[in-house]
């Protein structure tokens, strides 16, 4: 009998290190979910992970014969079966302008992200190590209006964008206090959250030491 068969409640295989799989253990946690979270190691992937997922990826959400094998189909999910609180808006003109930040700062900073941790070409890194420090400082003063990302409440879009900060030490970047001032005390308010420390895997919460 494999991992899943025996559990009665809903499983996510997560990546310990990896931001796609912290976003949704924060919607996770947000919602109170009971859920068991299954940190697998990349190298050694389960049995059961191949059998439930054609991909084989992470992470993956199993809730009873539902299976999801991608990140923000996950926090959708998460966010219609749980609905309370809400992270996405409930006007559709909103949500869609939701839907559109997240598909940017994917586009945008989990693709600059996701280069400087795993690209072995040292200049590639260096200049997107650059322009991702750039783009933070230059997206700072939105954080002066409102007490997260373009929105008063905590949303799915706050949910993708926390991860990416929480590694600026992994990806070696600092944030100058002055010229970032509102995104640093975005940082505080984000990390500060309940739902936010009980997200963090062991490796994310070596990070912050």
Not at 37 to 44: F, G, K, P, R, Y
Not at 61 to 71: A, E, H, I, K, N
Not at 138 to 148: M, Q
Request: charged residues 25%; hydrophobic residues 40%.
């Amino acid at each position: 009998m494999g991992v899943v068969a025996k559990r009665s409640s809903m499983t996510f295989f997560s990546d310990g290190a990896n931001h796609y799989s912290h976003r949704v253990r924060i919607v996770l946690a947000e919602k109170g979910v009971t859920v068991d979270i299954i940190d697998v190691d990349v190298d050694h992937k389960p049995e059961d992970l191949a059998e439930l997922n054609p991909y084989n990826s992470l992470p993956t959400l199993v809730d009873r014969d539902l299976v999801l094998y991608q990140s923000n189909v996950m926090m959708e999910y998460l966010d219609e079966r749980f609905p309370h609180p809400p992270l996405l808006p409930v006007y559709p003109v909103a949500r869609a302008e939701s839907r559109l930040f997240i598909y940017r700062i994917e586009r945008d900073w989990c693709r600059l992200t996701d280069l400087i941790l795993m690209s072995t070409d040292s200049d590639g890194v260096t200049q997107a190590r650059q322009e991702l420090r750039d783009s933070l400082i230059a997206t700072s003063p939105i954080f002066s209006e409102k007490d997260y990302f373009m929105s008063e409440e905590f949303t799915l879009v706050d949910c993708c964008i926390a991860p990416i900060l929480w590694r600026l030490p992994q990806l070696g970047i600092e944030l100058p206090a002055q010229q970032a001032s509102s995104m640093l005390s975005y940082m505080e308010r984000l990390f500060g959250r309940e739902s936010f420390q009980e997200s963090l895997s062991e490796t994310e919460r070596e990070i912050g030491l």
